[in-house]
Antibody, heavy 115, light 107 residues
Framework: EVQLQQSGPEVGRPGSSVKISCKAS????????MNWVKQSPGQGLEWIGW????????DYAEKFKKKATLTADTSSNTAYIQLSSLTSEDTATYFC????????WGQGASVTVSS | DIQMTQSPASLSASLEEIVTITCKAS??????LSWYQQKPGKSPQLLIY???SLADGVPSRFSGSRSGTQYSLKISRPQVDDSGIYYC?????????FGSGTKLEIK
């Protein structure tokens, strides 16, 4: 069974950074691109970017290029997203989702930015 | 960027109705279109991929179709459990873009 297990909720101060993990199991991690999706409170879904774990290559939506950094550790089958220079606009739930078709999703990780 | 215009924003339907949700792409996307259902506090779940293919485990009352650059999700004889928010997603080109969502209530 394909599973994506995300890390727990994070609270970050304005200007700081947080890092969320997404541990994959049930499939060959390097065979599938991993997406990251943002959902602000009460809002829709927004694609942040993706990473190819085999090569480490990435692609980002323009608005997230300076905000998010995607990495992957093939030794632990884990994908990461780091969010930097946090502001209140970053308060949201962040999902990882496997390609193709985003056929499997993590449970989501909430990030709250608060002083 | 490809814009996905989703409608309606919300709708309420009975168990005997046929529910149709549409997404219009701002340009051709070659059927790289998926549909997802999201329930409160949960992650989205894939329903349809490649515009018309049913994802594993999804009931056959869900179906997808295309007419030009307009894509549709149809739910025939919906169940109460089909209540939730539905999103389309184009994966033809990056940035991937979602529709704005349709909140469905089944009475």
């Amino acid at each position: 069974e394909v599973q994506l297990q995300q890390s727990g909720p994070e609270v970050g101060r304005p200007g700081s950074s947080v890092k969320i993990s997404c541990k994959a199991s049930g499939y060959t991690f390097t065979d599938y691109v991993m997406n990251w999706v943002k959902q602000s409170p009460g809002q829709g879904l927004e694609w942040i970017g993706w990473i190819d774990p085999e090569y480490g290559s990435t692609d980002y939506a323009e608005k997230f290029k300076k905000k998010a950094t995607l990495t992957a550790d093939t030794s632990s089958n884990t994908a990461y997203i780091q969010l930097s220079s946090l502001t209140s606009e970053d308060t949201a739930t962040y999902f990882c989702a496997r390609n193709p078709g985003m056929d499997a999703w993590g449970q989501g990780a909430s990030v709250t930015v608060s002083s | 960027d490809i814009q996905m215009t989703q409608s309606p924003a919300s709708l309420s339907a009975s168990l005997e109705e046929i529910v149709t949700i549409t997404c219009k792409a701002s340009q051709g996307i070659d059927d790289y279109l998926s549909w997802y259902q999201q329930k409160p506090g949960k992650s989205p779940q894939l329903l349809i991929y490649d515009a018309t293919s049913l994802a594993d485990g999804v009931p056959s009352r869900f179906s997808g179709s295309r007419s030009g650059t307009q894509y549709s999700l149809k739910i025939s004889r919906p169940q109460v459990d089909d209540s939730g928010i539905y999103y389309c997603l184009q994966s033809y080109s990056t940035p991937l873009t979602f529709g704005s969502g349709t909140k469905l209530e089944i009475k």
